[in-house]
């Protein structure tokens, strides 16, 4: 059993319409939503073995914000993840080596999203096969917000995932983190 973690970067800042969006910050809220986010995943026990992000600026800084972690990740920044598609997103993994059990992926909507919707298909309150949480995978269809995580288990080796191939665990909205860091 694999363990995919897909992070949308945190609300970043648009104080400055000139600067390129690759370059844009993370601004006040998205220090603390991210700080909030590395408690959270600290509580969960969460420690990925790789860390792909995108090399934009906001999602270096959101991944800096859940540093130090208790083992060192490796840690490959993408230019390729930079809005990147579903599709694009899925071949990256499938490149992850099969003795990889955790990656994580830090990048931007709407890929992430898309691509959390692609592998909870078919995960519905009536028909979930998976055995999650039919709630939590409503409220990821619904959107996948600034700061969010979708942590799955994936059952396939890297180079084998596709639609519907993951069991949402857990999706954690930055308004969720006050009841579990408190």
Do not use: C
Not at 1 to 29: F, G, I, T, V, Y
């Amino acid at each position: 059993m694999r363990q995919l973690l897909l992070l949308r970067h945190a609300k970043s800042s648009w104080d400055d319409p000139a600067m390129s969006d690759h370059a844009r910050p993370l601004n006040a809220r998205g220090r603390r939503n991210a700080a909030s986010m590395r408690a959270a995943i600290r509580n969960l026990g969460l420690t990925p073995d790789v860390v792909l992000v995108s090399s934009a600026r906001r999602t270096l800084q959101t991944l800096e914000a859940l540093e130090p972690w208790d083992e060192n990740p490796i840690v490959e920044p993408m230019d390729t993840l930079y809005l990147a598609t579903p599709a694009h997103i899925l071949a990256i993994l499938h490149g992850v080596t099969a003795t990889v059990r955790s990656v994580m992926v830090v990048g931007h909507n709407p890929g992430l999203h898309d691509l959390a919707v692609l592998l909870a298909a078919g995960q519905t309150a009536a028909t979930d096969r998976h055995g999650s949480d039919p709630a939590q995978t409503q409220r990821l269809r619904e959107g996948f917000p600034a700061g969010a995580l979708a942590e799955f288990t994936i059952a396939a080796d890297w180079r084998d995932v596709r639609e519907g191939g993951g069991r949402l665990v857990r999706f954690l909205d930055p308004h969720d983190l006050s009841e579990m860091t408190n």
